[in-house]
């Protein structure tokens, strides 16, 4: 069975991931590279966010899904659809005008973007065929089509997302330290946080559930672990903050 594009709508996605060794928030992108067809001169060489068009016979968030297990065999990640981009110069720098026409892609693509959250070591960046790599979000690359503003865009609604609802422990192994859940917040909203305040208000509440367990393998004193329980805290949400900074 044919498998019918819909030529001028796209989904674009931005994945974030945090890194526990450098405490830093990551975008994940994948190279584009171009030669010219009758010599060795490099056309393009740059990244951008994975993204394709959408299928006739799928919803928009099935096509984000579907790009986003391609490029990372991964599934029943956290995403949230949060803009669409429809400028009609969106796609008409000289380079991506060379590369649309390579690739026959339409000039006037409509992109729904979509935004995703996991743990940097979640992915095997070495052996993807897409040449994916992990940047800082402070240190992005040289980017192709409107996938910077994008990328801006997703981690600016991020940052507002992150105060009211418990996205974070999306970016944290099951078991976590306060400390560890203080570093993500101050990684994406780039502020520091009081420690003493913090904890106080977070072991306070009930979805952060003590474990019986602490950290192995670090050469200070190991700190308590922590787990968080989404049962108990869609049994107690009612439209207030998950942690006041």
């Given at each position: 069975m044919e498998i019918n594009k819909v030529p001028?709508?796209?989904?674009?996605?931005?994945?974030?991931?945090?890194?526990?060794d450098t405490k830093s928030l990551n975008v994940l992108l994948i190279k584009r590279y171009l030669k010219a067809k009758t010599s060795n001169e490099v056309l393009v060489d740059d990244y951008v966010l994975t993204g394709y068009h959408v299928y006739e016979s799928e919803t928009l968030d099935d096509a984000a899904s579907r790009v986003l297990k391609e490029l990372t065999g991964l599934t029943n990640l956290y995403k949230k659809q949060f803009k669409a981009f429809g400028d009609p110069n969106r796609l008409m720098n000289k380079k991506d005008v060379?590369?649309?026409?390579?690739?026959?892609?339409?000039?006037?693509?409509?992109?729904?973007?979509y935004y995703f959250l996991l743990k940097t070591?979640?992915?095997?960046?070495?052996?993807?065929?897409?040449?994916?790599?992990?940047?800082?979000?402070?240190?992005?690359?040289?980017?192709?089509?409107?996938?910077?503003?994008?990328?801006?865009?997703?981690?600016?609604?991020?940052?507002?997302?992150?105060?009211?609802?418990?996205?974070?422990?999306?970016?944290?192994?099951?078991?976590?330290?306060?400390?560890?859940?203080q570093e993500v917040y101050q990684s994406i909203l780039g502020i520091e946080i009081d420690n003493r305040n913090f904890r106080r208000k977070l072991i306070n509440k009930k979805y952060i559930v003590p474990l019986d367990e602490k950290q192995i393998g670090v050469s200070k004193k190991p700190a308590q672990l922590y787990?968080?329980?989404?049962?108990?805290y869609n049994k107690m949400y009612q439209k207030n903050y998950l942690i006041s900074i």
């Amino acid at each position: 069975m044919e498998i019918n594009k819909v030529p001028n709508l796209s989904v674009d996605c931005v994945v974030f991931g945090y890194d526990t060794d450098t405490k830093s928030l990551n975008v994940l992108l994948i190279k584009r590279y171009l030669k010219a067809k009758t010599s060795n001169e490099v056309l393009v060489d740059d990244y951008v966010l994975t993204g394709y068009h959408v299928y006739e016979s799928e919803t928009l968030d099935d096509a984000a899904s579907r790009v986003l297990k391609e490029l990372t065999g991964l599934t029943n990640l956290y995403k949230k659809q949060f803009k669409a981009f429809g400028d009609p110069n969106r796609l008409m720098n000289k380079k991506d005008v060379l590369w649309i026409k390579n690739e026959d892609f339409n000039f006037r693509t409509i992109t729904i973007a979509y935004y995703f959250l996991l743990k940097t070591e979640d992915i095997d960046v070495i052996n993807n065929k897409y040449e994916a790599k992990w940047f800082p979000y402070s240190t992005l690359p040289s980017l192709g089509f409107d996938h910077k503003k994008i990328i801006q865009e997703a981690y600016e609604d991020l940052k507002t997302k992150c105060l009211h609802e418990p996205i974070i422990f999306e970016l944290l192994p099951d078991k976590f330290t306060i400390n560890e859940v203080q570093e993500v917040y101050q990684s994406i909203l780039g502020i520091e946080i009081d420690n003493r305040n913090f904890r106080r208000k977070l072991i306070n509440k009930k979805y952060i559930v003590p474990l019986d367990e602490k950290q192995i393998g670090v050469s200070k004193k190991p700190a308590q672990l922590y787990m968080f329980s989404k049962d108990i805290y869609n049994k107690m949400y009612q439209k207030n903050y998950l942690i006041s900074i």
